[in-house]
């Protein structure tokens, strides 16, 4: 680690390593039920101080298994008043102190602690904070994924990336030539990390191997345009009105009215696109619960557009990223409506008749008038279009 960073730098630099651990700490874990702690050592000296470095013993438990492991005591928080963080760690005068939100010590407590995972537990009148003694062998990737769906727009986690390859003695091989917004990094285990900086600090765009979400939505480009155009011809100065409890919803239009099945994916609001599998006020909607599938295919192909919990929502327009649901879930009517909450939402409908009819040559040419974003392969998305509706071009 770079010792001329602050501790807060050298914290937000660990942030992927932490994510890694914590990840393989959930794998190893599986399915517990109960955590047992048992402290070896006084918790105070004879003058009431807290003991440093206080050895505990943690046994996991599940219906099928029981796993130990050893931890050490770091800080806990005063629970009798107002939350207050006090460190149990040796050298506790150098560290800071005080603040009105005590949780927000524990990376640093972390990174103190060799990044282990922590365990928090009632001891007395206060929360022990405890670094279980777990450091397995990483995996580049899934750290990497973990970090990014943990991450904030003001980490950068191009370094985070290093500070990670550093830990697992994987080498930056090469650095791609590219814009200063855009870079590209291949590193010795065969990885390589798309960066831009269109966020703010450098994030990862895309992760290779696995799908560039620019080659998702270029495919479904031409498709989704032919179904939003059914949808505006057939369905003319349409609202939407979202049963999230049934997973359905209602279609007024000038003319009538139609039932659909819906699924939530997003939710909007103060300029932030948010995936509803990551907002808790419609999460465990059953109009929700499919969109949690593109969070599972974003970890299984190495998307970070559908890992990263949240977006700006001028980034998640220009990059076109709700289109990305419209492939993965099947569903191909998108459309915006108004939440309980006065928030937008966007889903995605399905019903018979939203199915579009045969292709004609009116229909086709209308939908390959639309002019796909630059960054596309034209040809591509035209021969995916193709490949969709069964015809020649």
Known sequence: MDTSNSLAQATRDACFIQAGLDAAFRARLG?????????????????GRLSHNQPVEIRCSSSSSVKDFRGTRIAVIDRAGSPAWRWAMQAEADLPQGGDDPAKFIPLA?????????????????????????????????SIAAGIRRSAPDIDEQRAVHELAHHLGITLAE??????????????????????????????????????????????FYYGMEHQLYFQGNFPEATVHLNADEATAEIRYFGGKAEATAVLIAT?????????????????????????????????HQVPALIRPALP?????????????????????????????????????????????????????????????????????RSAYASFRGINL
């Open 31 to 47: 399915d517990t039920t109960d955590v047992e702690f048992n402290f070896l050592t006084p918790s105070t000296d004879a003058e």
């Open 313 to 381: 929502l001028d980034y998640a327009r220009t990059r076109q990223v709700p289109q990305l649901a419209l492939p993965i879930l099947g569903m191909w009517t998108l459309v915006g409506t108004t939440l309980a909450d006065g928030r937008v939402g966007l889903v995605l409908l399905d019903s018979e008749a939203l199915h579009l009819p045969q292709p004609t040559s009116a229909t086709t040419e209308a939908t390959l008038a639309a002019t796909p974003p630059r960054e596309f392969n034209e040809a591509q998305a």
């Open 175 to 220: 650095t791609g030539a590219g814009s200063p917004a855009e870079s590209a990094e291949h590193y010795s285990d065969g990885t390589t990390l798309h960066f831009s900086r269109a966020l703010g600090a450098p994030q990862i765009t895309a992760i290779e191997p696995g799908m560039k979400d620019t080659r998702i939505i270029e495919d479904a």
């Open 110 to 142: 972390r990174l103190l602690a060799g990044n282990a995972p922590v365990l928090r537990a009632r001891q007395g009148d206060h929360e022990a904070i405890i670094a279980v003694d777990f450091h397995p062998r990483l995996d580049f990737p899934t």
């Open 268 to 300: 909007i609001s103060e300029e932030r696109f948010l995936w509803a599998w990551a907002d808790p006020a419609v999460k465990d909607t059953a109009a929700a619960q499919a969109a949690a599938n593109l969070y599972r295919f974003g970890i299984d």
